[in-house]
Every structure is written in C-alpha cells, then in structure tokens.
C-alpha cells in the first residue's frame, strides 16, 4: 500500500488509530477487522471490501 501510495499522486493512504474495538471511531465506523481498506473515487466510496479494493488498486 505504502510502495502504490508513492508510486502513484492519485492514491492518498490515511491511518486511522481507533484506540481499541469499542472507541467511538470504531462505531462510527463499523470496524469490525483490521485492515480495514475503503477506496474512494473521485470523492465516492467505491469500495469497502479489502480484497476488492486491492483487487482494483493492483489495476491502476
């Protein structure tokens, strides 16, 4: 993720530290599971499931 972040100006890596399962982030959220990749497009959620948002990251 970090190698595509730079090798690519388009794709922008945010970590989000959520404390424990139970901070608010994590419910605000849903976290459920780590990592947790969502992939947005043009400012749209296109994607919250970790594989495809992968999936299509590795297409770029």
């Known amino acids: 993720m970090e190698a595509l972040a730079?090798?690519?100006p388009q794709v922008k890596l945010r970590?989000?530290?959520i404390g424990s399962w139970h901070s608010a982030v994590a419910?605000?959220?849903q976290i459920d599971r780590?990592?947790?990749i969502w992939l947005y497009e043009d400012g749209e959620?296109?994607?919250?499931?970790?594989g495809e948002s992968l999936a299509?990251?590795?297409?770029?």
Not at 45 to 50: D, G, R, W
Not at 56 to 60: G, N, P, Q, S, T
């Open 6 to 8: 730079h090798r690519d």
């Open 15 to 17: 970590r989000i530290d």
């Open 27 to 29: 419910s605000q959220y």
């Open 34 to 36: 780590l990592p947790m």
């Open 45 to 50: 959620l296109v994607s919250q499931e970790t």
């Open 56 to 60: 299509r990251l590795e297409r770029r």
